[in-house]
């Protein structure tokens, strides 16, 4: 018997954990923090987005038309209405990343699903000067403890490239455990690419992520610095 191939689907018109701002918290490369994304945003994202192409561009889905047309200044205004419009629907959760308040990179919770599922996915990109940092993982820590408090989710699911290693570890310090494989997921730079699917749930969270990171000393809470 399939679990749901008949089941209606219910569209729930509240939006729990949303808007939020999340943080501080602080890692090697700053203080992190999370915000809603903001039309303003708009000139240091596309700074970023064209700047770091080759560090970005080999791990993210391949889009219509040019990296310069995605990611130039004129693209981040539908970009911002689209997120916006799914925000407002509860469909999505859609943070900027800050770091000592700089804008540096994005982290989006998405397809939020409620009903009896009650799960989303979660992808993020942080600017390449800050890679090494801590700041993904910070981010990671942070979406995921709102997600199963104040957000009502159940279960988060990440999809990233095997090569992706530090991906990888980003997830595996937050606590996400390896699923399984999908063949050919994504259309990656012209060909159809493995991904690793990575999870967690609610009762998997335990004290929460954010606590487990400080507790081992990989980030800290402002005044313990």
Not at 8 to 33: D, I, S
Not at 89 to 112: H, K
Not at 166 to 194: I, P
Request: hydrophobic share 40%; with cysteine; aromatic share 10%.
């Amino acid at each position: 018997m399939s679990t749901g191939s008949g089941a209606p689907y219910v569209t729930e018109p509240q939006r729990p954990g949303w808007p939020a701002r999340l943080g501080p918290l602080v890692v090697p490369a700053g203080v992190v923090r999370l915000r809603p994304v903001r039309l303003r945003n708009g000139p240091e994202w596309s700074r970023l987005r064209l700047r770091d192409r080759e560090y970005l561009e080999r791990w993210e889905p391949e889009q219509p038309g040019s990296w310069r047309d995605r990611n130039g200044l004129a693209a981040w205004p539908s970009q911002w209405s689209g997120l916006r419009r799914l925000a407002k629907r509860g469909e999505c959760f859609p943070f900027a990343i800050t770091v000592d308040d700089e804008f540096a990179g994005q982290l989006t919770i998405g397809n939020v699903i409620r009903a009896a599922l009650r799960s989303a996915w979660i992808g993020y990109w942080v600017s390449s000067t800050q890679a090494g940092g801590g700041v993904a993982t910070a981010a990671v820590a942070l979406a995921t403890d709102h997600a199963f408090t104040a957000g009502g989710l159940h279960r988060l699911e990440a999809t990233v490239r095997p090569e992706n290693v530090a991906s990888l570890a980003v997830l595996e310090k937050a606590g996400y455990r390896r699923e399984g494989l999908f063949l050919r997921y994504l259309r990656v730079q012209g060909a159809w690419r493995d991904h690793l699917c990575y999870a967690t749930t609610v009762e998997e969270n335990g004290e929460g992520v954010v606590a487990r990171l400080v507790g081992s000393g990989r980030a800290a809470w402002p005044d313990e610095r």
